[in-house]
């Protein structure tokens, strides 16, 4: 995660904290809770893949953090600029949350919408982040929808964030033809 934030061969991140610079990224993640991505055989594994990406944020104390989670008609914002550590803490509210709304996958999300959700969500901040989104999903999504998650996709892009498509879900070749930076 730290070589996606800054992958230059020499990242200032590690070098912020001792040298008193201002840590100005942020994180947007964004869940696709669908059966699809969390049916019976692989629901345990994206959990699991949602827990590792979440501790992983966790441990670089970012100021800027959002959870998104795509929901049926409108998307589920569960946090919104709050620190990595005060959002993801043992004791906070978002994994009560965050796993009441999972225990109920919906048969279809919108997803294009939730990524779109994150991009006004940094559109509409006072203070300019250096974002990354990243998307957990399988990208299977019928070619219509998937029009429209590609297009969400390029408008963050084209405004700035570095998007990754993360793979979840029994068979999720299909973000393979939704981002251009994939992660299995």
Wanted: aromatic share 6%; glycine share 6%; charged share 15%.
């Amino acid at each position: 995660i730290l070589n996606l934030i800054n992958p230059v061969p020499d990242p200032l991140i590690y070098l912020e904290e001792k040298g008193g610079l201002v840590r100005n990224y942020g994180i947007t993640v964004v869940i696709d809770s669908s059966i699809s991505c969390f049916h019976n055989l692989s629901g345990p594994h994206t959990l699991q893949t949602i827990r590792n990406v979440l501790s992983s944020i966790s441990s670089l104390d970012l100021p800027c953090f959002d959870l998104i989670i795509a929901g049926n008609k409108e998307p589920i914002v569960l946090c919104s600029e709050v620190g990595t550590n005060r959002a993801t803490n043992i004791k906070s509210s978002l994994w009560q949350s965050l796993l009441s709304i999972l225990q109920t996958p919906l048969p279809s999300v919108d997803l294009a919408s939730a990524i779109k959700t994150a991009l006004d969500l940094r559109l509409m901040r006072s203070t300019e982040y250096s974002n990354i989104i990243l998307v957990l999903t399988d990208g299977l999504f019928e070619e219509e929808e998937r029009i429209r998650i590609i297009n969400a996709v390029n408008n963050c892009v084209q405004s700035g964030m570095n998007t990754f498509g993360i793979g979840v879900g029994i068979y999720p070749k299909g973000i393979e033809k939704i981002f251009s930076q994939i992660i299995y």
